[in-house]
């Protein structure tokens, strides 16, 4: 069973697991940090898999053919424990937390050691925190807990500091490319590219977005088109663009002016230094829009978006000038 084939962007984690597993430092308590899109939950599914397995190779590798393996892809291994969110979006209770302690003081029945992954680690209230803490200062024996987390600013540094961090890097260009184009045969080349541009080369968000991704891709391309020669209305477009992920947008556009702009940097001429400044305060508009995206306390994207297309066309109609 080579599942860590499977993604490449897995596999520096995964030998790093391998090693301490050899070398019988594996700490009992790991956790995963990197962007969604990544499935990092197959990682984990695969360590714990390890883990329990009764005849695991010597470099690790669960066999796949043993009880315990056979109970692990029937989602039914009685040494292993999930705990993540209730409901999409909401926080793990301290209940959960709770409950998974109960379990601690229970000895494994059929692997040689007990197995908890908790998802959306960094989805956790205060207390929740604090109980899982107190797991983490007092680890049982045989138990392995594996975290994971996205955002690693929200987690605490208590919790943090007492497990091994994996780190998962978001695949390089090239891998990314190479993983989505063996991976599907309906997109092209060039449509590939577009989609991993959209994800922040993320190639299983890439292929979850598919179809839609690129239509989406072309709406805001000429809608761009349209802004740049002052010629949109924002009213229109805002509403036109209302289906999409305002984050996904300015990412797109951000991209887009960023190239723009090494391009004009690259063949320096008058007119070209007269209209960088518009486009670095296009690219000014974009990051400051993206903060206010991300702020918890703005609840207007509508006007959001209405303000930033009116701040892009005055910046266009800039450009213009010095074109004309
Ligand atoms: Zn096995």
Not at 95 to 123: C, F, G, N, W, Y
């Amino acid at each position: 069973m080579t599942e860590s084939k499977k993604y490449p962007w897995h596999d520096s984690a995964w030998q790093h697991v391998q090693s301490m597993a050899e070398q019988e430092r594996l700490p009992h308590a790991l956790l995963i940090l990197g962007q969604d899109g990544l499935d990092n939950d197959q990682l984990a599914k695969q360590i714990v898999t390890s883990i329990l397995c009764l005849h695991p190779s010597t470099d690790f590798t669960a066999c796949g053919l043993c009880h315990s393996c056979q109970l692990m892809s029937a989602e039914s291994h009685p040494d292993h424990h999930i705990v993540a969110p209730e409901e999409a979006g909401k926080v793990i209770k301290v209940d959960q937390i709770r409950e998974l302690i109960s379990k601690q003081s229970l000895m494994p029945k059929i692997s040689p050691a007990k197995t908890v992954i908790i998802s959306q680690a960094d989805q956790m209230n205060h207390n929740a925190f604090n109980s899982l803490l107190k797991l983490l200062e007092e680890p049982t024996n045989n138990t392995v807990l594996v975290l994971i987390a996205n955002n690693s600013h929200a987690l605490p540094i208590t919790i943090k500091s007492r497990c091994q961090n994996l780190n998962i890097r978001t695949p390089d260009t090239d891998t990314a490319m190479q993983w989505l184009s063996l991976n599907q045969d309906q997109f092209s080349a060039e449509q590939c590219d577009v989609l991993l541009k959209m994800t922040n080369n993320s190639p299983l968000s890439a292929l979850a977005l598919g179809e839609s991704g690129l239509e989406q891709y072309e709406q805001i391309m000429s809608g761009i088109t349209l802004l740049m020669k002052v010629q949109a209305n924002p009213i229109e477009l805002t509403a036109q663009w209302q289906a999409f992920d305002p984050m996904v947008i300015m990412m797109q556009l951000q991209r887009l002016f960023e190239t723009k702009i090494s391009t004009l940097l690259k063949s320096p001429s008058t007119e070209q230094s007269q209209i960088l400044r518009p486009y670095w305060a296009i690219v000014d508009c974009i990051l400051h829009t993206m903060k206010l995206l991300s702020s918890k306390n703005n609840a207007n994207t509508t006007l959001l978006m209405e303000d930033f297309m009116v701040a892009v066309m005055q910046q266009a109609s800039v450009i213009r000038s010095h074109q004309k």
